[in-house]
């Protein structure tokens, strides 16, 4: 990248890794961290939306619906998350490619699966062949959202179902005298008050998020664990202009700091969002607000 | 072959012991659940060893960390952050290719860069630091009056702690404490997916699991399983805590007894 940066051999230990640090694969690995950024950007809203959606079903008076929204929270919370996220990411290609299979190719007669094979029509294929590169990258990177939205939507109905339990009964009681029908009694009470008691759990589920996001490399995304083993990686001079010996560990130890700063960011960061949501509210955080202002 | 022979060839392949192939094809149901059932056994083993172990440092660090001299406090604070902040999937990677390093300077380290030491270091630390927080929790909200109490019978020092603020802390942190035993059994799973090789193919549970969804393509047998292996594991790690919980809450009138409640997504 710098005008120094020709001939390696020659420069001195700042110098060398000035360029080393530099080059274009080290650009591709910091483009990776926007990349977790960015999940997590993506991720967080849609797995709130399917949260929300569960949790909307897991109180509903209707029975088969609520015992539907039920079982999603209690099923993904009891297995291990890498194991849904391994399983998910094929089962989401598979159950998609089935579906298109059935409605582009109405007149195929084999079966889908055969052994260990799993066989659709070439128009059902999901990217097509030929699509350039970026739509693979683009299709692989929205399987692993949805795949975090389904696991991460699942602790999150179960956060936001405990914050509409907490809501005061008086309240929604009130509203009911008031003649309110129960779409409105949900939308303009209950769901207006929950968030102050949900934001201890969501906040809780935001460290979490922040923590899984290395498991993109599980599911075959580039991202910055898959650059940080490729880099790290001892390389000889025959390969590189920039040999080195194994270094993985260092590459690893960023990777750790990185995450520290992270979390130390969204502490602070969600604090302050419970200062500013409790205020005026009828809780001990509000309470004790009301008390120093006093 | 029958599924009483499968089970005597691979009911301990994740140890080493039987058939040294893995099934190539043609894979029945009863290999599925033998395997990942036999994969279960290494789950199981750093579960309990690294809660066993990390109980003991997770009270040090409470301890540590209520602590009014700063040279206790200041480390015990940092080894929870560092610990609690980072993901486990990093952590175990950092630590291998720590091993990997050290291996080189001294034989010495030739064990850790196995699975069964170097991963089970990390889980130790890990949990150690997970329920240290809990621990310390639990700790500040001790009730005043007992120490009270403590003080005017003239205990003070270690009798206090044992007898006294120890049980009581551990009385209020056991809900938090079962959910993070869970969380920590979850995790286990991590290992084989993180850097530490599994040697000869001794894999734990998911491992075995996704071997065979690699070689069938068909994700929706193996993981099911597994989450039948884990969601049992799960009800005896919860029958097993609701003992203890039980035992330390016998005292107490009826009423006043805390209910165990699975909520797993308050902690981690």
Redesign the interface.
């Given at each position: 990248m710098f005008s120094y940066c020709t001939d390696p051999d020659t420069l001195g230990q700042i110098r060398w890794l000035s360029c080393f640090l530099t080059t274009g694969v080290h650009m591709s690995f910091y483009m990776s961290f926007l990349k977790v950024l960015f999940l997590l950007a993506v991720t967080a809203p849609v797995a709130l939306a399917f949260g929300f959606v569960g949790a909307m079903a897991a109180r509903s008076r209707l029975l088969p619906v609520s015992l539907m929204g039920k079982t999603y929270i209690a099923?993904v919370?009891?297995?291990?998350?890498?194991?849904f996220f391994?399983?998910f990411v094929?089962?989401l290609d598979?159950a998609f490619e089935y579906i298109r299979h059935k409605v582009l190719c109405p007149d195929w007669d084999q079966p889908i699966?055969q052994g260990?094979?799993?066989i659709v029509c070439q128009a059902a294929k999901l990217p097509l062949g030929t699509d350039p590169q970026w739509m693979h990258e683009t299709y692989g990177f929205i399987l692993a959202v949805l795949t975090f939205a389904i696991v991460f939507g699942a602790?999150a109905a179960?956060?936001l179902f405990g914050g509409m339990q907490a809501v005061p009964r008086a309240q929604l009681e009130t509203a009911e005298a008031y003649g309110l029908n129960p779409g409105q009694i949900f939308w303009r009470i209950l769901v207006p008050q929950m968030w102050v008691y949900a934001l201890?759990?969501l906040s809780?589920?935001w460290?979490?998020l922040?923590?899984?996001?290395?498991?993109l490399?599980?599911l075959g995304i580039e991202d910055i664990?898959y650059w940080?083993?490729e880099l790290?990686g001892t390389k000889t001079a025959r390969f590189s202009d920039y040999p080195h010996g194994?270094w993985?560990?260092w590459y690893?130890?960023a990777?750790?700091v990185f995450?520290?700063l992270m979390?130390?960011v969204s502490e602070v960061v969600l604090e302050r969002l419970m200062t500013r949501l409790s205020h005026g509210q009828a809780t001990t955080g509000g309470e004790a607000q009301r008390r120093a202002a006093a | 072959m029958s599924c009483l022979q499968t089970i005597q060839d691979y009911g301990l392949r994740s140890l080493g012991f039987g058939e040294r192939l893995l099934p190539r094809s043609d894979f029945t149901l009863c290999e599925h659940f033998t395997l990942i059932g036999s994969g279960m056994i290494w789950n199981v083993y750093f579960g309990v060893v690294a809660l066993a172990g990390g109980f003991f440092l997770a009270t040090a660090l409470a301890v540590a960390k209520a602590s009014n001299a700063w040279w206790l406090r200041k480390p015990a604070e940092w080894f929870i952050f560092i610990f609690r902040g980072s993901p486990l999937f990093i952590q175990f990677f950092f630590a291998y290719f720590l091993f990997l390093s050290l291996k080189s300077v001294h034989p010495i380290f030739d064990p850790f860069t196995a699975a069964w030491l170097g991963a089970l270091i990390v889980l130790f630390f890990n949990t150690a630091a997970y329920s240290g927080e809990i621990f310390y929790g639990a700790l500040r909200s001790i009730p005043k009056g007992d120490v009270e109490a403590a003080d005017a019978y003239g205990m003070a020092g270690w009798p206090r702690f044992r007898r006294i603020i120890w049980p009581t802390m551990l009385r209020l942190a056991w809900p938090a404490y079962t959910n993070e035993a869970i969380f920590l059994f979850h995790a286990t799973a991590l290992v084989f997916f993180s850097g530490f090789p599994a040697w000869q193919q001794r894999g734990d549970a998911l491992y075995y699991a996704s071997y065979f969804a690699d070689k069938t393509f068909n994700p929706f047998v193996p993981y099911p399983i597994l989450a039948f292996y884990f969601i049992l594991l799960t009800l005896v790690i919860t029958a097993g805590f609701g003992f203890v919980n039980r035992r330390l809450n016998r005292h107490l009138p009826r009423d006043q007894r805390r209910k165990m409640r699975f909520r797993p997504n308050l902690i981690r």
């Open positions: 099923v919370r009891g297995v291990p998350d890498i194991a391994l399983f094929i089962a598979q699966r260990s094979d799993f602790f179960n956060v201890p759990g809780n589920l460290m979490v922040i923590k899984a996001t290395p498991l490399f599980l664990v940080a083993r790290g194994d993985r560990m690893f130890f990777l750790l995450y520290l979390t130390r | -």
